[in-house]
């Protein structure tokens, strides 16, 4: 199992450039998150998704899209990026079951700068 | 959703128990408590998780007392690999409630 993949993992825009950064799980895992982190910050939930075909707003969804096709994939469009933007992304996923875990695996990151 | 408060940070020596704690309020009925630590560079690692009382694995303990209004994760003898931040999550297992949402977490610096 690759776990959870992200690519790319470093990546710079300019500014009013658009990207998608992709995100793969191969754990058939139902749920899956994006965060993003500001150095020395915690981790901010832009979107998540239950399943496919359903999405929904985290914390700082705004200059994000999500799209949820299938189960495995989770991309995650910049439209229009901003120096705000610049920061480490994080996708993650869980399953829900019997167990009630809340246990996260998360990808290595990415790391988008905008200038 | 439980708001968690957790210490900005903390200092610690190889070697020593190490005690995290971490407050939640208003914790509900089905919320339960996870614990998780993140390295430079990398994407937060899962630790441990619990409801009440205390959860023990190869890792950590986690001990949270029956209010359910707090909870302290316990690093046995810590060494300079175990110097990372470490965030406290209240998540609900029932209902519509799939967010999960992190806090600035806890810097633990352990020094030789």
């Known amino acids: 199992n690759a776990g959870v993949t992200q690519t790319p993992k470093f990546r710079i825009l300019k500014i009013g450039q658009s990207m998608t950064l992709q995100c793969a799980q191969d754990?058939?895992?139902?749920?899956m998150y994006w965060y993003r982190q500001d150095p020395g910050m915690g981790l901010k939930l832009i979107y998540y998704?239950?399943?496919?075909?359903?999405?929904d707003k985290g914390e700082v969804p705004n200059g994000y899209n999500v799209s949820r096709s299938t189960t495995e994939d989770f991309p995650l469009r910049l439209e229009l990026a901003a120096p705000s933007q610049t920061s480490v992304y994080f996708c993650?996923?869980?399953?829900?079951?019997?167990?009630?875990?809340?246990?996260?695996?998360f990808g290595e990151g990415s790391r988008l700068t905008v200038l | 959703l439980a708001k968690t408060t957790q210490p900005i940070s903390m200092d610690s020596y190889e070697g020593q128990e190490v005690n995290i704690t971490c407050s939640h309020n208003?914790?509900?009925?089905?919320?339960?408590i996870t614990w998780y630590q993140q390295f430079p560079s990398q994407g937060p690692r899962f630790i441990i998780q619990?409801?009440?009382t205390k959860v023990t694995n190869e890792v950590a303990s986690l001990f949270i007392p029956a209010d359910r209004k707090s909870s302290t994760l316990s690093l046995p003898r810590v060494s300079l690999s175990d110097t990372a931040v470490y965030y406290c999550?209240?998540?609900?297992?029932?209902?519509?409630?799939?967010?999960?949402?992190f806090g600035k977490g806890t810097l633990l610096t352990v020094n030789p």
């Open positions: 993650a996923s869980r399953q829900q079951g019997l167990d009630n875990t809340g246990e996260l695996f």
């Open positions: 754990m058939n895992h139902n749920y």
């Open positions: 998704s239950v399943g496919a075909g359903i999405t």
């Open positions: 208003n914790i509900a009925t089905n919320d339960y």
């Open positions: 619990g409801y009440k």
């Open positions: 999550l209240a998540w609900n297992s029932g209902g519509s409630n799939y967010k999960l949402t």
